[in-house]
């Protein structure tokens, strides 16, 4: 029997240090609060999470055209309201998202709204290599984030 390589346990113990980062927990908490029907009541926290990460190999195969596939943007969704949530946690203050992406099919148009045409293929692709690229990212935003309102607490309250 061969024995796991050292990277296969690096990448294991990489992928178990980021879903136990604060936005990834907050992320965790967002999506099990969201699910009603207690389907994902036994999921580990890397299965909730798994439709987060989207390899190139992956990335590469779908399809830049159409209409954003909805799993797509309900994981967008998920993974602002978790930044708005922990931005909420830190400052004991509620945040709500600005804006909210939704599949809309208007006849004969894609995405037509001045200014997003070349943001709307990107959404097909939302994701991320790994959880450790997820759990950076996030972790990122909602440090830029509360750095920006420190500097200026006023901004918070408004």
């Excluded at 450790?132 to 984030?145: F, I, M, P, S, Y």
Aim: proline content about 6%; hydrophobic content about 45%.
């Amino acid at each position: 029997m061969k024995l796991p390589e050292a990277a296969t346990f690096a990448a294991i113990n990489e992928d178990e240090a980021a879903l136990n980062t604060p936005f990834v927990k907050c992320l965790v908490r967002l999506i099990r609060a969201e699910e009603s029907y207690c389907l994902w009541e036994g999921k580990s926290d890397a299965a909730l999470l798994a439709g987060f990460i989207v390899t190139g190999k992956t990335r590469r195969a779908i399809p830049g055209m159409g209409y954003p596939d909805p799993h797509a943007l309900w994981r967008l969704d998920m993974f602002y309201s978790a930044i708005g949530l922990a931005i909420a946690e830190r400052f004991r203050l509620v945040t709500s998202p600005i804006v909210e992406a939704k599949s809309v099919r208007p006849l004969g148009a894609g995405c037509s709204m001045p200014g997003v045409g070349s943001f709307c293929p990107d959404i097909h692709r939302f994701g991320f290599e790994t959880f450790r690229q997820l759990a950076e990212a996030g972790t990122k935003l909602v440090d830029d984030a509360t750095a920006d309102t420190e500097v200026s607490p006023d901004v918070a309250l408004v």
